[in-house]
Antibody, heavy 118, light 108 residues
């Protein structure tokens, strides 16, 4: 059974950093495209970043230069390093697996809340 | 980037009624690379439809998707109590992946 479990969220001050983790089971992270998608309170979904199976990484304009996606193949875990956090980064962050047949999201984690506030 | 506009913002219906949700793209979506998701309060989104019209595994056949180019539709033939939720469309034919703002289907 495919499972994704995020952790690492919490309260951080503007300008601070946080590292999110997403532990996967039931499949191999390094063999799939893996994304982070976020949802601000009461708002819609926003794609944040993707890491391809080959290791290439891409970012949305709103986080480019501040966030970094990576993975640990030995732990089958996905990460999102978030630096220079702003109040508008406050959101629930979901990790999601992209389908092998297209860049849509077939499995999602339960999400972890990041609150950026002084 | 492709902007997806969903309408209506809110749909107020009764169980047993049909629902038609629209997703319009600012430019043509390549190869009908459009997906639909359902999200209930406090839960992660769930994949319903991909490739504009293919149902994901385990999705009941009362959910159907159609459309191409810039106009796409999600149809729920007969609403069940568990179908009241927010629905999002997402395009994956062009980078970056983008989502619509959502349509809330609420119980009248």
């Amino acid at each position: 059974e495919v499972q994704l479990v995020e952790s690492g969220g919490g309260l951080v001050q503007p300008g601070g950093s946080l590292r999110l983790s997403c532990a996967a089971s039931g499949f191999t992270v390094s063999s799939n495209y893996m994304s982070w998608v976020r949802q601000a309170p009461g708002k819609g979904l926003e794609w944040v970043s993707v890491i391809y199976s080959g290791g290439s990484t891409y970012y949305g304009d709103s986080v480019k230069g501040r966030f970094s996606i990576s993975r640990d193949n030995s732990k089958n875990t996905l990460f999102l390093q978030m630096n220079s956090l702003r109040t508008d980064d406050t959101a629930v962050y979901y990790c999601a697996r992209e389908s092998s047949t297209g860049d849509y999201f077939d499995y999602w984690g339960q999400g972890t809340l990041v609150t950026v506030s002084s | 980037e492709i902007v997806l506009t969903q309408s209506p913002g809110t749909l107020s219906l009764s169980p047993g009624e049909g629902a038609t949700l629209s997703c319009r793209a600012s430019q043509s979506v390549s190869s009908s690379y459009l997906a639909w998701y359902q999200q209930k309060p406090g839960q992660a989104p769930r994949l319903l439809i991909y490739g504009a019209s293919s149902r994901a595994t385990g999705i009941p056949d009362r959910f159907s998707g159609s459309g191409s180019g810039t106009d796409f539709t999600l149809t729920i033939s007969r609403l069940e109590p568990e179908d009241f939720a927010v629905y999002y469309c997402q395009q994956y034919g062009n980078s970056p992946r983008t989502f619509g703002q959502g349509t809330k289907v609420e119980s009248k």
